[in-house]
């Protein structure tokens, strides 16, 4: 597509209940990335991929949280048991090289926000 | 540890004022710099990016941003706002043997008529 795309944008659910999170990255981009922006904490680092494989995980915040990736496209993040502190809104991103640093820019999807109720 | 800091949370300016918004650094090495800017209901947009060598960036949609090495400081400037500059403005660092971004915690932009 023209952009990266998330989807569901506004997910509410109830305390307990899992979730998943979409990113639809633009076509041929080979990293994804994966961050949480809560009110004035600015963007938390979750997860990258590179292709189907995830070389840093070190910002999931728990055991709950897991993302995967297929075909080098597509990628969900899943919340499980959620808590009420797991609401933000969740933030995709991809770039079309190896390191995204190497060009610097990651395009971003509008975000899914989450409310835990 | 490898952090961001944008002191200022929320700033306000008139429009045609010019415009600095803070950001200071800690990395380990020669960092990548970048900003970014959000807009109400609107993805993440980069501004500009700082690799190496002239410290002083030109970025799209007017803006610039000067590297200071020995401040830790990456400052993003305009001369003169405009009202559609309105939005939240995140610094953020990387590194070419890194696979993540850092973002710092924003500053909101407000123009005031």
């Known amino acids: 597509g023209a952009g990266v795309s998330q989807s569901p944008s506004n997910k509410v659910t109830e305390k307990g209940k899992d979730v998943e999170l979409r990113c639809d990255p633009i076509s041929g981009h080979t990293a994804l990335y994966w961050y949480r922006q809560s009110l004035g904490q600015g963007l938390e680092f979750l997860i990258y991929f590179q292709g189907n494989s995830a070389p840093d995980k070190s910002g999931l915040p728990s055991d709950r949280f897991s993302a995967e990736r297929t075909g080098g496209s597509v990628s969900t993040l899943t919340i499980q048991r959620t808590q009420q502190e797991d609401s933000a809104v969740y933030l995709c991103a991809s770039s079309p090289l190896t390191l995204a640093v190497n060009t610097g820019e990651l395009f971003f999807g509008e975000g899914s926000r989450l409310t835990v109720l | 540890a490898q952090s961001v800091t944008q002191p200022d949370i929320h700033i306000t300016v008139s429009e045609g004022a010019s415009l600095e918004l803070r950001c200071n650094y800690s990395?380990?090495?020669?960092?990548?710099l970048f900003w970014y800017v959000q807009s109400p209901g609107q993805g993440l947009q980069l501004l500009l990016k700082?690799?190496?060598?002239?410290?002083l960036v030109q970025g799209i949609k007017g803006f610039e941003a000067e590297f200071k090495r020995s401040q830790s400081s990456f400052n993003l400037r305009k001369p003169s706002v405009h009202w559609s500059d309105a939005a939240e403005y995140f610094c953020a660092v990387g590194h070419s043997s890194a696979s993540k971004i850092i973002f710092g915690s924003g500053t909101r932009l407000s123009i005031r008529p």
């Open positions: 990395y380990g090495a020669t960092p990548y």
């Open positions: 700082y690799f190496s060598g002239d410290t």
